[in-house]
Structures are given as structure tokens and as C-alpha cells.
């Protein structure tokens, strides 16, 4: 872990912010628009302030150069700031490997190469790519979480078959833009959060067991003493199925899916 922050600590700026690409983030303590709490655990942590991320390729066949790597408390993921050739700066999602100085370009076709933005009909078979389109022009949606990145696996009628993080295999319409190579700090899924304040810090409030509840609160409380749930399977606080249940709802990409994850 102290490995690591020390890596970590040499790969980003010692910066402040940009100035212009930052908003002020309020807090919501899990409350949704009615007031009620809609996301448990949810409260205090940090005073942070949002980086704004240029997730599409609004600087459009301009090169850019990277001045800065980032860390930003809101995502896994570090930032690179890019100044562009007309001065302009913006963040995007730093590729893995991306040093300062590097240049980069957003473009129909370009050189395949770390950070550059590309459509996806354009990318050799076997290239890994993230911050992926579903829609045309949209910007980015998926692969966007740190070390991770899809792999191109065939272009076939107006499609690009791409190979997920999770396995699942689906089509994307190959006019849609993505980033070539992997998301940067594929170290975080060996970061060790070390101590219950870590965690408040980043306003995650204590989490009670369900089994350590009482009957009224939980489907699972209840009993004398140290016991499991007692039921045929795992519930919500609120009766629902738990884990390894399916949770998705039809969506028009479903139609797009050729095998699904396991």
C-alpha cells in the first residue's frame, strides 16, 4: 500500500486544480428530491469540488499535449490536462502510461497510439480501447473506471464487436469514438483501505448487518445470538432478492448484446 501511494505520489502534479474546470459539489447525504433517503450509508466525508471531464472529442482533429496528471476524488481514475494548439485546456481520462509531454489528437483516424481518441471502425482487431460511445457523438459512456478497457474483437456491418471488462461480448456502431489502450491506475484494485475514518473520509457512513438487526427491520433479524439469514435466500431491507439475482430492466442495447457476462 505505501509501495504504491509513493508510485502514485511520483506519477501525478503537485497542482492545484484548473482554475476554470472545476464546480462547486454540494452533498445530498443519500437524500433524493422528496428529502427521503434513497441511498443508505450516505453522509459527511471531504469538501471535494467537481473536475469538469471532456468525455467526447469536442477539440476534434487538434493536437493536444499533456501538462498535467491529476488525481480526482470523484472517479478512480487519474486526469490528464490537455492544452490544445489554441491555448484552450481541458481534462480528459488519462490512458495508462500517458507522461507529461505526450501529444495527443482526437480524429476519425489517427496514429494507434496511447491516449489518442478514434472511431471505432478504425481500430485494428485486438485493440484495447475505453471511454467508449454507445451513441454516436454523445461522448463517452462506458470502460471509463481505472485499469480497465474493452478489446476490439471484429467490424462487421456497421458494428464493432468489442469484448467488455466483465466479459460480455456486444456491438457498438463503429462511427462512435473511443480512446485507445487502458484507463490509468490499474493499482487501485490492490489499494488497501486500511481504517473504518479512510472510508468516512470519503463519506461512506457505518453499514449495520442485516442478522444484527431485529425482525421489524430486516427480513434477516432476529434469533438469539450469532446466527445466518434463516431463509431460502438472501433479501433486501425491503423484501427484495439479493445477490446473484438479475437486476437489469430491458433496455434498447439489450439487442446488442451477443453473449452476456456470467
Known sequence: MK???KKSQQILTRKKPEKGLVLNLGKTGGRGTSGR?????RGG???RKYRVVDFGQ???DKKGKAIALEYDPNRTAYLALIEYEDGDKRYILAANDLKIGDEIICAETAQIKNGNRIKLKNAPIGTPVFNIELEAGKGGRIVRSAGTSAKVL???NGYT???MPSKEIRKVSWDCFASIGQVSHPEKRFEDIGKAGSK???GWRPTVRGTAMNPPDHPHGGGEGKHPTGLKY???PWGKPARGVRTRKKKWTDKLIIKRRK
Not at 37 to 41: A, D, G, L, M, S
Open 37 to 41: 433517503i434513497t441511498v443508505r450509508h
Open 154 to 156: 471484429a467490424q462487421e
Open 161 to 163: 464487436n468489442l469484448e
Open 45 to 47: 466525508g471531504v469538501k
Open 3 to 5: 509501495g504504491q501511494k
Open 200 to 202: 468516512r473520509l470519503k
Open 58 to 60: 469536442e477539440k476534434l
Open 234 to 236: 438472501p433479501k433486501t
